[in-house]
């Protein structure tokens, strides 16, 4: 079973995720945990909150967090799906779902990120890392997530500055 | 000056250390080279025409004697022996092997010196006035604040990878020596009707390919909101600057397609998210940070202008070093001194490690052991008593960087051009020092007065032709390197944009268009005007005339 990481521990995968779809509302979802577009999400819901345990919701870098909003606090899960590792979008949009929306889930970069990127995503609130290359080294990943033991602003991991903290 | 804690030390060693083994990972072959791309980058790596060159920051430019002389040390033992001040402050080494650049940041954050940020998509190191802390006209000291965003800057989690770079200028005086307005974010510290100590904020202003004066979009925000609301700017311009066109990527161009209103009402509604969060700076980190630019131990002078005039009767040499490259200073008996690195035939800017060291010695010797590097390429020693002018002038001069032309059309602003840069369209160097040594009269450079030359080799505008009275650009056409003239720009309180003057030059045609520029001023001038006041009176037509004229 492919691997990633959770809270700094290589674990199972134990989600799919759902394609996305042109037409969102004949989208056939499989049992078991699934990662759904979020347009999926919307066509879907009252159907899918039946499944409350079992659906999370992707997002791609242009899907912002306001799109969810009080959703999020609903969900298990919800990805930021990375098409460019250069695309940063998302890093403000993990911030705002953990920081503005409540969300306490899993929250989970997939896609074409990069082990350099996992100390600052997670300071942003992500706390797992799919990487869509299966060759990526993950105890050599799970290295990068602590380059760094604390910083200067304030953060998901971290609410007090460091200079309130001298 | 802002001193290094054990907080500071963790983090920067822990950068030094990822850096060091992301260059190991590169080297090994286990990092793609389009992955340690941003990762140099952003550890002020690039790979340019003849070898990489490290661009390491200078915070607001303040620079010890201890870091002088580190840098001094890194250019001998790892580089060619000298380096280049950049147009945003900074220091660039142009030799540097990829291999041993992990060293070079290990020694340089031993003296408190990183390349945190230098370069790639992200925030870049904070600009300001050269003259802070120092100039007559300050309202209030700019530093405190600049160090306040540097550490806000660096390593930031949220903003590591945004459409674009991203530049920051802090002035605190009346006169604009840090040009905010062509920055993505300007800040101006004032302080309003109760004495409260703010900033008014402009956004959107740049140079490069699409030059913009940045516009306000907040009078005055309290300075306890400083972070909260860079925060929040960052915020919508990561989430709506364009990513699909890089020539259209920076802020001024989100700020020109949302108009300035919306832009400034976008970020006021995210600031009222996080508006007074943990971020809200406390009187005790604003005191912290002030205290880290308290005043120096100043002795208590009378003003030595008498004695300065009968040295200079005495010296006629020495006088027009005073009027050209000493400055005011708010503290009576001293002042400040600009050494010039635009010493005829050196590249604008370039600085050898022995220069390097004699500057250290006499921060030490006259100037409580600190100095600063300018936007336009210069290094300043801030605090020198008017009694040690003397003395201090026959040494820099003995070094080479006494060349009395401050603000004279030989202190051009000039980017390494193609010589160094792979961006590049077109040589800057050559041409800088083919002006230089067509103007090599003293006597007539200062009857020209206050002219800033701007000259870049291609139109990113690291030279910031655009806002040079007159400004140069390198062209690229059909393989041949041509020279585009604009003239009537301005950096400062009044920035304007230049105008392009009309079809390019030659390379060698340079200097004897410039001559006819200059012939157009001196003739067209009416008494005391300087180059500026006069294109703006008569505009662009006569130079057009005259440069144009068909030689008959």
């Known amino acids: ?166 | 000056m802002y001193i290094y804690d054990e907080h500071d030390y963790k983090i920067l060693g822990e950068r030094t250390t990822q850096f060091r083994k992301q260059t190991d990972r590169y080297l090994a072959g286990e990092l793609k080279e389009e992955e340690f791309l941003p990762l140099r980058l952003q550890n002020g790596l690039y790979i340019q025409r003849l070898a990489p060159m490290l661009r390491v920051n200078v915070p607001y430019g303040m620079l010890n004697t201890t870091q002088l002389r580190k840098i001094a040390h890194v250019a001998r033992e790892y580089d060619k022996g000298y380096v280049h001040v950049s147009t945003r402050q900074n220091i660039q080494f142009n030799w540097p092997e990829l291999a041993e650049v992990p060293s070079i940041l290990t020694e340089l954050a031993e003296v408190e010196m990183h390349a945190t940020q230098s370069s790639g998509s992200c925030l870049r190191n904070t600009t300001s006035d050269q003259f802070a802390g120092i100039a007559p006209d300050e309202v209030v000291d700019p530093r405190p604040y600049s160090e306040i965003i540097r550490q806000w800057s660096s390593f930031h989690p949220e903003f590591a990878f945004l459409p674009r770079k991203f530049k920051i200028a802090v002035s605190g005086a009346e006169s604009d020596r840090a040009a905010i307005r062509v920055h993505d974010i300007g800040l101006q510290v004032v302080t309003n009707d109760t004495g409260e100590v703010g900033f008014k904020v402009l956004v959107g202003g740049g140079l490069g390919r699409t030059p913009v004066i940045g516009s306000v979009i907040r009078e005055f925000l309290p300075e306890i909101h400083l972070i909260s609301y860079l925060d929040a700017i960052l915020r919508i311009y990561n989430q709506l600057g364009r990513r699909d066109n890089k020539y259209k990527a920076r802020i001024k161009i989100l700020v020109k397609a949302m108009g300035a209103d919306k832009f400034a009402a976008k970020v006021e509604e995210e600031w009222a998210h996080i508006k007074d969060g943990l971020s809200t700076l406390t009187r005790a980190e604003i005191e912290l940070a002030k205290n880290a630019f308290s005043t120096p131990a100043y002795a208590e002078l009378g003003d030595e202008s008498a004695v300065l005039a009968q040295q200079t009767a005495e010296q006629p040499a020495f006088g027009k070093w005073l009027s050209r490259n000493v400055h005011p200073h708010r503290v009576s008996g001293y002042a400040a001194v600009t050494l010039s690195l635009k010493p005829t035939g050196v590249a604008p800017g370039d600085i050898t490690d022995s220069q390097l060291e004699a500057i250290a010695d006499l921060a030490d010797q006259y100037s409580f052991a600190e100095a600063r590097t300018t936007h336009e390429q210069n290094i300043v020693l801030g605090d020198v008593k008017q009694s040690d002018l003397f003395a201090l002038w026959g040494k820099a001069k003995a070094k080479g960087f006494a060349t009395p032309n401050i603000g004279t059309l030989t202190d051009m602003i000039c980017c390494p051009g193609g010589d160094f840069c792979s961006l590049a369209n077109a040589k800057s160097l050559p041409i800088a020092e083919a002006i230089q040594r067509q103007f090599d009269d003293l006597d007539y450079l200062y009857d020209l007065g206050n002219l800033d030359l701007n000259i870049s080799g291609c139109m990113n505008a690291c030279g910031h032709h655009h806002i040079g009275h007159i400004g140069i650009l390198g062209v690229d056409k059909k393989g041949e390197e041509f020279y585009q003239i604009q003239l009537g720009g301005n950096a400062g309180t009044d920035t304007s944009l230049g105008k392009v003057l009309g079809p390019a030059f030659g390379a060698n045609e340079v200097p004897q268009v410039m001559q006819r520029i200059i012939d157009t001023y001196v003739a067209k001038r009416v008494d005391g005007e300087q180059f500026i006041e006069t294109y703006r009176r008569v505009g662009m037509a006569p130079f057009k005339e005259k440069v144009y004229a068909k030689a008959d």
């Not at chain 1, 674990?11 to 004949?26: G, H, K, V, Y």
């Not at chain 1, 992707?58 to 909003?69: C, G, I, V, Y």
């Not at chain 1, 080294?137 to 799970?142: D, F, Q, T």
């Open chain 1, 1 to 166: 079973m492919p691997k990633l990481i959770k809270d700094a521990n290589i674990i199972d995968n134990q989600w799919s995720m759902l394609e996305a779809s042109n037409t969102p509302e004949d989208a056939l979802i499989p049992a078991g945990n699934v990662i759904v577009p979020l347009n999926v999400w919307r066509s879907q819901k009252t159907k899918l909150s039946g499944r409350a345990d079992e659906i999370g919701v992707w997002l791609t870098s242009d899907e912002f967090a306001d799109e969810l909003a009080d959703d999020a606090k609903k969900l298990p899960l919800i990805a930021l799906h990375f098409a460019t590792f250069m695309d940063g979008r998302a890093f403000t949009t993990a911030r705002l779902l953990r920081e503005r929306f409540g969300f306490t889930g899993e929250l989970r970069a997939s896609g074409a990120i990069i082990r350099d990127q996992l100390c600052y995503l997670s300071r942003c609130g992500v706390n797992a890392f799919h990487f869509a290359d299966d060759s990526i080294n993950l105890e050599g990943a799970l290295d990068s997530l602590s380059d760094f033991s604390d910083g200067y602003q304030t953060s998901v991991e971290q609410k007090t500055p460091l200079s309130q903290r001298r």
